[in-house]
DNA sequence: ATAGGGTTAG
């Protein structure tokens, strides 16, 4: 190969034109990680130095090749130079692709139009058709082939292939448009063409209509012969629209061993949950020896980071370090990112973030993942300055950064980022008005919940599921069991995630019995129920007073469904039993479980205890929660009740002391209120404290009528029923967070309030200090550590300090 | 001188 490099002169003219005609395909035909380039350069300069006019076909192979080599500029000048008045449709197209391979799509559109039509020819159209196919600009490359018909230029299989594939692009991609094309391609008699056909399949494969389906396997049925692109394409089509298991029979079909397809149909398996078949495949592929490249290693490990099997990853990973890095860097970029994520799902987002570190060139995914890493395990410190530092966003980074805001109970910072990113312009996805809808919810700010309600609706995402399950759910969260029942009744695909949804809104606004009516008519609908389906029964079971109900279908759950009761499960089966006062039965279930007792279950019993004057359990619950979580201020609360209210004073004044050292506020004068539309009683232990005082006022403005029913034996606790006439005024949240909220009453308006730890200024509480400041027409401040929240009009305002 | 397929972040 060498020897070419350098030539002697001793040779004819001709000749010398045939030996520079050979060199130079010689180069274009050749192979391997010798500098391509240096060598073309030169034969160009030795072509120079000898003073050779070289004709038309070799320049036109030099612009090729300083085209293909990646020297653009050379090939352009090059191309000037020679080809200013006489233009040349060879060199034009050469530079053409060059172009739009670099993605100077403008570049090509220029050189396209300053070649005379006289000049261009099915090579010279095609090039450009596929310039606009690979930068998706369908239109573009379809106006281009109605050109070619009034140019009279001869449409060719290159044609309709580069045309097919930038049909593709179109969105939405109609079904008469692909028949149309189709028609257009069997009118041309280019179907022949395996390429052709290829294209179509891949065209009716991007088709959303369910007939397309169909079309599509009527090409592949008619084409006489395949190749390994035409069983990739039949695989991918079936396989995008959740036809797994024709896509596995059109793969049995094919006996080969074309890695591309087993490729395809992983990543089938592994979109569509299939983790454990996906792995199947993939020691499949390494017995029967069919290479592994990196999409192999992407898809799989994507496999296992979302299945949890962190450890075969691992394996994997040691797998390929043992196999040698010889993917070059940047077909590494999509393994190096999965493993970012495989890691930081594993918990270890130290060890992602090292892999990160040394990625070679990070792009917008690596970036995202990242960052979602960080938000996954609570690091919101590190996950802002990933946020910071990102040299771009999309809209997934937003989406990622509000839903993570949310998921570490930074609803509001949520809602700013929205805004943020509108103002920067950036097109939010349904997926980010869900996670931005359900931080309304959270935080009870209905009215920025409806806006973006309307919003939704005008740019048309009614359809999407996640945005309108997270509808249903800020509605309900926000008190309007109305406009979240609504939501579910107009919702255009309903599915599990909506039931439990559903289920739940009823349940905590103490429909009860309505809930458990939705329950049995989702399993009517032949809706599987899951384990956050069951957590919903439960507790609703456990408002309405449903205890054998409850038990029932706790029991059902393994014994029917297979779903193995969680800790979660156990804590509402328990808090169901106690509220009912069956705290002996709680107490067997609690000897009965797979697992030692965590705080939750203890607080589940203690607050049944309590509601009943168990005192001893109580006690010992409330010890056993004291010493799992001391550090949690509302178990000093909950220890000194308990303590008061056996009586052991001594004990009720340690706790006094350690609050008072720790600046843990004294708990309210109202110690428990249960609302719901068929209990009303509150528990108060002292009606002569003042917050008590102004519930009694609160309610009386509400003309929610009560009767008290007597004392608790043995306690001090004074017990009511509150006969609530008017329904839209029964609120339903967690007590202690509502005795707070009765207790800002009593405050000046504008008055800053310091808010326990436990008491976070999350969505139920959020709603009731909302509820009331509406109710009485008051403005209301709560400062929750260095951030406040202004509830004034219906309005929530948050902000920090400083 | 031009064409068709499979990968990653939620």
């Not at 909220?741 to 008055?751: M, N, R, S, T, Y």
Request: include cysteine.
């Amino acid at each position: 190969m060498r020897g070419h490099d350098s030539l002697s002169f001793s040779v004819s003219l001709p000749d010398i034109a045939n030996c520079y005609a050979t060199i130079l395909h010689r180069l274009a035909t050749s192979r391997g990680p010798t500098s391509l380039l240096r060598r073309l350069r030169a034969v160009h300069a030795h072509i120079l130095a000898t003073g050779f006019k070289p004709r038309a076909h070799i320049l036109n192979r030099l612009i090729d090749l300083y085209s293909k080599f990646g020297d653009l500029p050379s090939a352009r000048r090059l191309f000037d130079a020679t080809f200013a008045h006489r233009r040349d449709a060879i060199a034009a197209t050469s530079l053409i692709t060059a172009y739009s391979a670099g993605g100077h799509l403008e570049s090509a559109r220029q050189i396209f139009d300053h070649t005379p039509l006289a000049f261009r020819d099915t090579v010279f159209y095609n090039a450009m058709i596929s310039s606009y196919s690979r930068a998706l600009e369908g239109p573009a490359a379809i106006a281009l082939y109605r050109h070619m018909l009034d140019d009279r230029v001869d449409r060719d299989s290159y044609t309709f292939t580069g045309v097919l594939s930038a049909a593709g692009a179109i969105l939405p991609l109609e079904l008469t448009h692909c028949q149309q094309l189709h028609c257009a391609v069997v009118k041309s008699g280019t179907e022949e063409a395996i390429s052709v056909s290829n294209a179509l399949i891949a065209l009716y494969a991007k088709c959303e209509a369910p007939e397309a389906a169909a079309y599509a396997r009527q090409v592949f049925n008619l084409m006489p012969e395949r190749d390994e692109l035409t069983w990739t394409t039949m695989v991918v089509s079936y396989v995008r629209r959740g036809h797994i298991s024709k896509a596995r029979q059109v793969f049995d079909e094919m006996d080969g061993r074309f890695d591309v397809v087993w490729n395809a149909m992983i990543s089938g398996y592994v979109d569509h949950g299939l983790f454990s078949e996906a792995l199947k495949m993939f020691r499949q592929m390494s017995c029967i020896g069919i290479p592994l490249d990196e999409f192999t290693y992407t898809s799989v490990l994507s496999a296992c980071a979302n299945s949890g099997l962190f450890n075969h990853g691992k394996s994997v990973h040691a797998h390929i370090i043992r196999a040698g890095p010889d993917f070059d860097p940047q077909a590494a970029l999509p393994v190096e990112n999965v493993l970012v994520t495989l890691y930081s799902k594993d918990g270890k987002v130290d060890v992602a973030r090292r892999i990160f570190n040394d990625i070679w060139m990070k792009d917008i995914v690596s970036w995202n993942a990242m960052l979602s890493g960080y938000l996954n395990s609570r690091r919101i410190h590190d996950a802002v300055h990933i946020f910071r530092d990102m040299p771009q966003k999309n809209q997934l980074t937003w989406m990622v950064m509000i839903s993570g805001y949310l998921h570490n109970g930074l609803a509001e910072e949520g809602l700013k980022l929205f805004n943020c990113m509108r103002e920067e312009g950036v097109k939010p996805c349904d997926y980010t008005y869900a996670g931005t809808i359900a931080a309304c919810g959270e935080i009870g700010a209905l009215e920025h919940g409806r806006q973006l309600h309307a919003q939704l609706i005008q740019l048309g995402y009614e359809s999407s599921n996640s945005a309108e399950n997270a509808l249903l759910t800020m509605y309900a969260k926000c008190g309007s069991v109305d406009a979240a029942h609504l939501t579910f009744l107009t919702m255009p695909n309903v599915d599990y995630v909506s039931w439990n949804a559903m289920i739940a809104a009823l349940g905590q606004h103490g429909y009860g019995v309505e809930a458990i009516d939705l329950f049995d008519q989702m399993i009517k609908d032949g809706i599987q129920p899951d384990r956050i389906s069951f957590l919903t029964v439960l507790s609703a079971c456990s408002h309405a007073g449903l205890v054998d109900e409850g038990f029932e279908y706790f029991n059902s759950m393994e014994r029917d469904y297979g779903i193995s009761p969680g800790e979660d499960h156990y804590t509402k089966l328990i808090d169901l039993l106690g509220r009912a006062g069956r705290i002996d039965e709680a107490w067997n279930v609690i000897k009965s479980m797979p697992c030692a007792p965590g705080p939750a279950i203890w607080e589940a019993v203690l607050s049944g205890c309590r509601i009943h004057g168990n005192m001893s359990l109580g006690k010992h619950a409330a010890e056993q929660l004291f010493k799992m979580i001391p550090e949690h201020d509302g178990t000093y609360v909950l220890l000194s009740n308990i303590y008061a209210a056996v009586g052991q004073w001594t004990d009720v004044a340690k706790v006094r002391k350690l609050m008072k050292d720790r600046g843990v506020k004294k708990e309210p004068g109202c110690s428990w209120i249960e609302v719901t539309n068929k209990v009303h009683v509150f528990l108060v232990n002292d009606t002569t404290h003042p917050h008590v005082q102004d519930i009694y006022k609160f309610l009386d403005i509400l003309g929610v009528k009560m009767r008290k029913l007597g004392y608790v034996p043995n306690t001090k606790f004074v017990l009511h029923d509150v006969v609530a006439e008017q329904k839209e005024y029964v609120l339903s949240t967690h007590s202690e967070k509502l005795a707070v909220a009765f207790g800002l009453l009593k405050l000046p308006a504008g008055a800053t309030v310091r808010v326990l730890k436990n008491l976070r200024i999350c969505g139920d509480c959020h709603s009731a200090i909302m509820f009331m400041s509406l109710a009485v027409g008051r403005e209301i401040v709560v400062r929750d550590g260095k951030r406040f929240h202004h509830f004034k009009n219906g309005q929530c305002s948050c902000g920090n300090y400083w």
